[in-house]
T-cell receptor, first 115, second 114 residues
Framework: DTGVSQNPRHKITKRGQNVTFRCDPI?????LYWYRQTLGQGPEFLTY????????KSRLLSDRFSAERPKGSFSTLEIQRTEQGDSAMYLC?????????????FGDGTRLSIL | GDSVTQMEGPVTLSEEAFLTINCTYT??????LFWYVQYPGEGLQLLLK?????DKGSNKGFEATYRKETTSFHLEKGSVQVSDSAVYFC?????????????FGKGITLSVRP
């Protein structure tokens, strides 16, 4: 169990640029989740995948955001035309589908700063 | 919609003090409940969980009991250590049982002084 891996750890970019983050889940986990966390707040759900299918998207996920999990393994989260308000920590988590209360295992996150 | 409310922080305690961190929730069904901890510079880690009423989750000396009648899941520890200094998040999972999103509280920062 190597844990959930996220890259990059930090991303600094200018407003209006596109950014892409990668998440590698725990290998046997078929569910993958994206959350956003701003300073002083808890993580907020963005979207989740079961295998390669994107099953739920939050209202927070505007049309500038797109997430993919093409082969049911790693996932990418892209933000187009970044805005100041996109500055946050983006967290990825994975879990097994199964019994009630399956815990989600989180990566260390990607911190995005918009100049 | 579902929501989690945590007591306001931060909390500062002396080593070996008793800790209680309050958490209440609002959900339409019977969610699973979790406490996650975030140590400085690290990611979120599962601390403990409970999946049904009256269940008690425990780990590393921490305990929390799922109280359906008061919709609460308060975190307790009898004797805190400096190494417990971290941010603590209460969370619930989708009460439909589909194991999708987690809904988190705002978190509370605990500082334990020697």
């Amino acid at each position: 169990d190597t844990g959930v891996s996220q890259n990059p750890r930090h991303k600094i970019t200018k407003r209006g640029q596109n950014v892409t983050f990668r998440c590698d889940p725990i290998s046997e986990h078929n569910r993958l989740y994206w959350y956003r966390q701003t300073l002083g707040q808890g993580p907020e759900f963005l979207t989740y995948f079961q295998n390669e299918a994107q099953l739920e998207k939050s209202r927070l996920l505007s049309d500038r955001f797109s997430a993919e999990r093409p082969k049911g393994s790693f996932s990418t989260l892209e933000i187009q035309r970044t805005e100041q308000g996109d500055s946050a920590m983006y967290l990825c988590a994975s879990s097994l589908q199964g019994a009630r209360g399956q815990p989600q295992h989180f990566g260390d996150g990607t911190r995005l700063s918009i100049l | 919609g579902d929501s989690v409310t945590q007591m306001e922080g931060p909390v500062t305690l002396s080593e070996e003090a008793f800790l209680t961190i309050n958490c209440t929730y609002t959900a339409t069904g019977y969610p699973s409940l979790f406490w996650y901890v975030q140590y400085p510079g690290e990611g979120l880690q599962l601390l403990l969980k409970a999946t049904k009423a009256d269940d008690k989750g425990s780990n590393k000396g921490f305990e929390a009991t799922y109280r359906k009648e008061t919709t609460s899941f308060h975190l307790e520890k009898g004797s805190v250590q400096v190494s417990d200094s971290a941010v603590y998040f209460c969370a619930l999972s989708d009460p439909t049982g589909a194991n999708s999103k987690l809904t988190f509280g705002k978190g509370i920062t605990l500082s334990v002084r020697p």
